[in-house]
């Protein structure tokens, strides 16, 4: 059995040989009969061709599944990588934004805030401080705000504070640097005003609500609601004819006035250095002296 096997080992043996040395010609004709073969009868190798792709197509497509399963993954991760840095991008562009608008919103309020402090009424006797309001730093008050501006600007206490819309209280304490402004609404706040209308005097009192008491009228005056109320004048510590508020209603001779300032978004006010201008003082003593030793001479 061995020695058989051995036999054929070595008769196939020249064979193998031919075919290795001659594979490259034998390949060679091969093409060119292909070549001749599909001159001559074209419709033959179209239909083989056909046959070959039809039943190679199958097995092409599920060993092209692993690549399109890779080329698509790799195509999410590119996806994603670019959605990753455009998030990126578009949140600090989203922070830089909102900086931009908080400091336009800011200007913005800053723009109104001095427009309408130089839409108030200004009287002719009276110098302002602007000043910003910087929170409420508490004490024995209790409707108040802190401003920015103090001695070293030329307040003092007392001094009128005033905004766009109208007076908005006076100056109850001061520091070098900050003082605080007494709201028109603190219970301790007494400002003289009277009513346009009829030019009666009274006194505005604050109760720590938003609504103003115009009380201590004189006795039958005549008022109604939408009445205006503005500052007298009167002790020289207010300007007159600053604006305060329009009557709701009345009740026992005592009128309540809804303020035109808004106190809840009070941003600058103007602190007011009114100089009131006394007439010049008489001597009436050392006239009377003068005209008692007139005649003696």
Do not use: C
Request: charged share 20%.
């Amino acid at each position: 059995m061995r020695q058989r096997g051995g036999n054929t080992q070595r008769d196939a043996m020249p064979i193998k040989v031919v075919v290795q040395r001659f594979a490259f010609v034998l390949l060679a004709a091969a093409a060119v009969a292909l070549m001749l073969f599909n001159k001559s009868n074209t419709g033959a190798v179209e239909r083989f061709r056909t046959v070959i792709l039809d039943a190679a197509s199958p097995v092409l497509e599920v060993l092209s599944q692993p690549a399109i399963t890779i080329s698509r993954v790799m195509e999410e991760a590119r996806f994603l990588i670019h959605l990753h840095d455009e998030n990126a991008r578009l949140r600090e562009e989203n922070a830089r934004l909102k900086h931009w608008q908080a400091a336009a919103l800011r200007l913005q309020q800053q723009h109104a805030g001095l427009t309408a402090l130089l839409n108030a009424r200004q009287d002719p006797t009276s110098t302002f401080v602007a000043a910003r309001v910087i929170g409420d730093s508490g004490g024995p008050f209790v409707r108040t705000v802190l401003l920015n501006a103090g001695s070293r600007d030329g307040v003092a206490k007392g001094q009128a504070a005033i905004n766009g819309d109208g007076l908005v209280g006076r100056v109850a304490e001061v520091g070098v640097r900050s003082s605080r402004i007494l709201l028109l609404t603190d219970l301790n706040s007494r400002v003289p005003a009277i009513l346009e209308p009829s030019r009666d005097r009274g006194v505005l009192e604050g109760d720590n609500t938003n609504i103003l008491q115009l009380s201590y009228l004189s006795a039958g005056v005549q008022m109604s609601p939408g009445d205006r109320v503005v500052t007298s004048g009167h002790g020289g510590v207010f300007p007159a004819e600053l604006p305060i508020g329009t009557v709701t209603s009345v009740s026992d001779g005592v009128a309540f006035v809804q303020p035109f300032v808004q106190f809840h978004r009070l941003d600058y006010v103007r602190i007011v250095k009114h100089n009131l201008a006394f007439p010049p003082t008489r001597d009436v003593a050392g006239q009377r002296t003068r005209s008692s030793s007139g005649p003696s001479q």
